[in-house]
């Protein structure tokens, strides 16, 4: 009898679980149809011709298009971008936005270690915050030394360009 039971257990979880995986991916496909769904708008906001076709004046209009992605994207190299062009490089854009946020997170957090793991550093209170790989020092310590110290540690950690030292020596 218990083993029916366990049966009829792992048979229900199992029958859950594919019905989960099914609406994840039915969220995964909405989430899909929605994003194109909204560049196709943008597009359409964009297309002042009217011709199902954006230029480079058109496309221009939309900030996030640099030239030479828009060439990039033109696939048929005919001076514009369709439809189908213009949310593939959407698409590209925002996945690319998404990496720069977690690349400059991971930064942030090896800095963060990186400066508590450092003796004379680690009972300040260091604020950092980076943004396109540029680190943010700031907060105060106690002499030039440290100030110094803190920006040596934290422009050698792998992705930092570059370090902007705003930290404020007591007096």
Do not use: P, R
């Not at 996030?64 to 060439?71: G, S, Y």
């Not at 991971?106 to 004379?120: G, H, M």
């Amino acid at each position: 009898m218990q083993f029916l039971n366990l049966k009829k257990s792992a048979i229900t979880l199992a029958l859950l679980t594919v019905g989960y995986s099914f609406n994840a991916s039915a969220f995964d496909t909405d989430e899909v149809q929605k994003n194109q769904t909204a560049y196709a708008e943008e597009f359409k906001s964009l297309d002042t011709s009217g011709d199902e076709k954006l230029n480079w004046k058109e496309a221009s209009k939309d900030t996030a298009i640099k030239h030479k992605a828009f060439k990039s994207a033109d696939k048929d190299a005919d001076g514009t971008l369709d439809v189908a062009e213009y949310g593939e490089l959407k698409t590209q854009i925002s996945q690319k936005k998404v990496g720069q946020v977690v690349s400059d997170s991971v930064i942030t957090t090896k800095a963060k270690a990186t400066l508590l793991k450092e003796e004379s550093l680690k009972s300040l209170k260091i604020s950092v915050e980076t943004h396109k790989g540029e680190v943010i020092l700031s907060g105060f310590v106690n002499d030039e030394s440290m100030k110094a110290k803190a920006a040596e540690v934290v422009k050698n950690i792998e992705g930092v360009k570059s370090v902007v030292n705003s930290l404020v020596v007591k007096s």
